[in-house]
């Protein structure tokens, strides 16, 4: 018998702890949560670093393109069995049947010049020849060194272009990740105050379909008693099919928004989210002027302006450089030497030259050129043109936002106001409703403005702070704590 109470006993041990840790784990999470877990796992959030990160691999491609780049390129071996026709001593030509192994290796090194767009270069190389008939022939061919230029005389210099471009656009970038982390921001509050909202009306609603059962309880001993209407009653229960019936919808929407927000910090969808809210915030007024130097100071739109302009300029460069006359300058000096032993290909080495110049002069190409260049000057207006208008909208569009969010906090403070009215009238509606005071429809009516009220408080608080990261967004400026905004980059490259 004890050994079964205590098998009973242990049986009760075991199956509590199983169903303590079988339970979903309630996680308490706040505004400030919300953003944090977001800029560190969300899927917004880890795109925008994949973005960074592209744009900083392309500006470390352009300065390694100023860089010394040495090579190597090898052929070991080229094996040629074929019949070709050659050239006799007598000059006649015949057929012959050719079988040689060639051997090729060149090491060199090359550099592009920015301010000029040509390229210097040295380089090294060795070539081994292995002719079969009816002995093998052997010899080698060395170039112990060759130094050289390439330059295009007239021609467009992406170089000095790049230059001023890349760097902008890497800075550009780099304010562009602190704006998709503001993104990232905005859109957790967004999916924050979505499940605020939605536990909030289902509080409200588990709470009227609470006192609509009372309240229909209450009336049908009132109607026993004849001291209310048959349509005061039926009134009352139709209340309640209605409560509940909104009960039901705000479970399955708290459902949703639960589920979107979970997907978003990529949390587990068997946890339990309880949202708190946020505390009052504080009183801030933000100067438009102040807001709008900011904004042109530290946004990427800024420098996308610059970097705009910048590229419309080049391609009318590129095309009034490729429609006239060009040339190109390629210049050698180097030592060789051929020997039949490879000991002996570097004694004695000879100097070589080469030199060439090539020109290209367009004599007739039926307006094409000119035609070229008259499209990169329509599209360098057309760039101009945008670019005057977007700054103004620019502007425009940080002034709206900044009135907008001072009128907000007044809008929050109205809201929070009328929350507590509503909330105090719905009880002394109520009150007098039991005494007989009113009828059902004012009961009514203050309910839905008592409803209404606290989801506007919600719904005013969401805008406030969507606000506030969309003012921090166009400015990159913390207003809080008086501060820029700034992020680490170094972890990310």
């Known amino acids: ?113 920015g301010f000029t767009g040509g390229q210097v270069f040295m380089n090294t190389n060795l070539q081994r020849i292995d002719i079969f008939a009816d002995s093998t022939i052997t010899s080698y061919l060395s170039t112990p060194l060759n130094i050289g230029f390439r330059q295009p005389l007239f021609a467009h210099n992406p170089f000095r272009w790049s230059r001023r471009i890349e760097p902008l656009r890497y800075n550009e970038a780099q304010r562009r990740y602190v704006e998709d982390m503001e993104q990232v921001a905005i859109t957790a509050i967004n999916y924050f105050f979505d499940l605020l909202l939605a536990q909030i009306r289902n509080q409200i609603q588990h709470l009227n379909s609470a006192n609509n059962d009372t309240l229909y309880r209450i009336n049908q001993g009132r109607f026993n008693m004849g001291t209310i209407a048959e349509n005061e009653l039926l009134q009352s229960e139709l209340n309640l099919l209605s409560s509940n019936a909104q009960l039901e919808s705000s479970l399955l929407e708290l459902e949703s928004k639960q589920f979107d927000l979970k997907s978003f910090l990529r949390l587990k969808q068997e946890d339990l989210i309880k949202l708190v809210p946020p505390s009052p915030t504080l009183q801030l007024r933000v100067d438009p002027n102040t807001a709008i130097t900011h904004a042109l100071s530290f946004r990427s739109d800024a420098l996308s302006f610059e970097r705009r302009l910048i590229e419309a300029e080049s391609s009318v460069g590129k095309a009034r450089s490729d429609g006239r006359f060009n040339a190109n300058l390629y210049a050698v000096y180097g030592l060789t030497q051929s020997a039949a032993e490879l000991k002996n290909a570097y004694l004695n080495p000879q100097d070589q030259q080469r030199l060439i ?24 207006e057309l760039v101009k043109t945008s670019v005057e208008q977007e700054q103004i909208d620019f502007d425009r569009q940080v002034f709206l936002k900044v009135m907008q969010f001072n009128i907000q906090q007044n809008q929050l403070t109205i809201a929070a106001r009328s929350d507590t009215v509503a909330q105090k009238r719905y009880q002394v509606t109520k009150q007098r409703y039991l005494i007989g005071k009113i009828g059902i429809v004012e009961l009514n009516m203050a309910q839905t403005e008592k409803d209404n009220a606290v989801q506007g408080y919600i719904s005013s608080l969401h805008n406030y702070w969507r606000n506030y990261y969309e003012m921090r967004k166009l400015t990159h400026f913390d207003y809080i704590r008086n501060e820029q905004i700034s992020i680490s980059l170094d972890e990310l490259k």
């Open 357 to 380: 110049v090539g020109v290209q002069v367009p004599i007739l190409d039926w307006g094409l050129g000119r035609g070229k260049i008259k499209m990169a000057e329509s599209s360098q």
């Open 1 to 113: 018998m004890k050994k079964i109470h205590l098998l009973a006993l242990i049986y009760l041990l075991c199956a509590e702890t199983f169903a303590v840790h079988a339970q979903p784990r309630v996680m308490k999470i706040t505004l400030q949560d919300a953003i944090d877990l977001a800029r560190q796992q969300s899927p917004d959030a880890l795109l925008a670093r994949h973005r960074f990160r592209n744009s900083y691999w392309q500006f470390r491609t352009y300065e390694a393109g100023f860089l010394p780049m040495l090579s190597l390129d090898a052929t070991l071996p080229e094996l040629n069995r074929s019949i070709d026709r050659i050239t006799q001593p007598d000059g006649s030509e015949a057929f012959r049947d050719r079988r040689y192994l060639s051997s090729i290796m060149n090491l060199s090194l090359s550099k592009n010049i």
